[in-house]
Each structure stands twice: as C-alpha cells, then as structure tokens.
C-alpha cells in the first residue's frame, strides 16, 4: 500500500479508515467544488446566502468526523473542509453551547501569521468564518495530500523519524515570530479569557499555559496542537499544517508542555495492556516532538 496514496476509491478494506475514506486524504479533481471567490471572507446578504447554499450540499455522505457531543461535525466537500452543525437538528451535548467565535477568529489571525514563516508548508486560507442560521460555521482550504496519522500504519521507522525532524524545523521556524512587544504573558493571536468555555480545553492545560507561577520569558509562537493528525504529508515531506485554533504566543516550554500532558497518549495508560515494547514505543514515538538535542 502506497502510504501517501490520496484517491479514496482505491483505499483498501485492511486500512484503518476505510470505513471513511476521505477522512485525511485529499487528491484534488477537476470537477472539485471551489468557493466563489467574490464570497471569499465575505459576511455580505449575498455571501451568507452563499454559504448557506454551500452547507446544503454538505449532507452526511461528506462527513468525515461527527461531533457526538454537541459540537461542529467536520465535512470534506471538495477543495474545502467545513466545519458546522447544520446536520444536527437539536443543539445538545455538553459542546452544544460552545462559542467558536474566538478560536474561529483565532484561526484567521494563526494562519495569516504562520505564512510568514511557512514558505515551504501550505497553510489552510479561510474562506469563511461567522454564523449562518444562527451556528457557527469556519470554511477553510482543504490541502492536497494524507494526514500522517493516516500514512502512519504504512511508513518504515526511517521515515517517521524524517518526519520528526521536518516537524521540529517546522516549529523552530515558528518560534521565530516574536509576540508583539505589549504582550507581558502568554495570549492566543487573538486573546481569550475563557478558553475552557470557548475551546473546550482541560483545565490543566489552562494551568499550564497561563499560570501566574510560570514566569519563563519566552512568548513566542507556537501551533500548540502539533499532532499526526495535523501535519498533511506527501511522500515523505510534510507538506501542510492544519488546526491552528489553538495557537498563540506561548513560548516552546509550554507548548511542549501541552503536547506532552494533553495531546499525546502516556505510557501509564497501556500498563494493563501487555504491549510488546517495540508497538508501545511506536505510539509513544511523538511525544518528545519537543525535545531538543540543543536548546532553542
């Protein structure tokens, strides 16, 4: 099996996603739906009915993850990935009443300032970021290419240790953008007082991110969502960088932080599991993402 093969119809019935073979694959078409580029980031009369006659194609055939609770189901329709609640008849779940307006707004200001620095990556335009029907809807490009978590089950070790590598210059190319010179304490790009509410984040990353005891200077920028699953790749170069609603001016300590507390699996959880050590480490393999032979 090719690791980076992106064509949903030749997906075998042995792969792990078969059962929802668009979900992080993307092999463009030329009969692809593309945004009407005058609606492009655009909240007009016109442009919300617009994209409210997009969200209408977007039935469940084009779901590729579904929100049970409560919050945004994520939709690959075309040359565009949608994020929206539209399917769900009632609002309910304990994400139901989540305001994505910040990590929303968060995402168009994220993406504008990782293209700086990002020559070589593609980084996801927004095409639209507001409330139709009253739910909250973000469109963004759909980048060409296979999730790695998705080409994880087919690489050879050599290879996720290249990608390793490319994900750590990634982030030292980040680290490079500075937080604006008033910023005197960690802030997402666009500040958020409740990220709990508006994110849905633990509060240990809260703590984390934004505790008064943790006075290390460094305020850079940082993706502060660096997994598998975000990176977009493509034989054998990372190739894009998606989800950047989480990132902000944190700094490499806590971000690296997070990743290790927050986003990625423990040791201690498979203790019961009588893994053989070499798959355990497999799983573990992207948790020290952070950790530097030299110091940053």
């Known amino acids: 099996m090719n690791p980076y093969e992106a064509n949903p119809t030749k997906i075998p019935e042995t792969d792990r996603y078969s059962d929802i073979p668009s979900y992080g694959r993307y092999l463009p078409q030329a009969d692809d739906f593309k945004p009407d580029t005058k609606h492009i980031n655009s909240i007009s009369a016109d442009s919300l009915v617009y994209w409210?006659?997009?969200?209408?194609?977007?039935?469940?055939?084009?779901?590729?993850?579904?929100?049970?609770?409560g919050g945004r189901d994520v939709f690959a329709f075309g040359s565009v990935i949608i994020k929206s609640t539209h399917l769900k008849k009632k609002m309910e779940g304990r994400r139901a009443d989540r305001d994505y307006s910040y990590a929303d707004a968060n995402e168009v200001a994220a993406t504008a300032l990782a293209r700086e620095v990002l020559k070589d990556v593609k980084v996801p335009h927004i095409y639209f970021a507001g409330k139709i029907n009253g739910r909250y809807v973000l469109v963004q490009e759909r980048i060409p290419g296979v999730g790695l978590n998705i080409a994880w089950q087919y690489i050879p070790q050599s290879q996720k240790v290249s990608f390793k590598q490319q994900a750590r210059g990634l982030l030292r190319q980040l680290h490079q953008i500075k937080s604006p010179t008033a910023l005197k304490r960690p802030s997402y790009v666009v500040p958020d007082l409740d990220p709990v509410s508006h994110r849905g984040i633990q509060e240990l990353e809260r703590n984390i991110i934004f505790s008064a005891s943790n006075d290390d200077p460094d305020l850079s920028f940082?993706?502060?969502?660096?997994?598998?699953?975000n990176c977009i790749v493509d034989r054998g170069k990372i190739v894009g960088l998606v989800d950047w609603e989480m990132a902000?001016?944190?700094?490499?300590?806590?971000?690296?932080?997070?990743?290790?507390q927050i986003r990625t699996p423990k040791r201690e959880n498979f203790a019961a599991s009588n893994l053989a050590e070499d798959f355990l480490n497999d799983i573990l393999f992207w948790n020290d993402l952070y950790v530097l032979e030299s110091a940053v």
């Not at 409210?52 to 929100?67: D, Q, T």
């Open 52 to 69: 409210a006659s997009v969200l209408e194609h977007c039935n469940a055939s084009f779901r590729i993850y579904e929100n049970i609770d």
């Open 222 to 229: 940082m993706h502060n969502d660096f997994s598998l699953s």
């Open 248 to 260: 902000g001016f944190f700094g490499w300590k806590r971000a690296g932080e997070v990743h290790l």
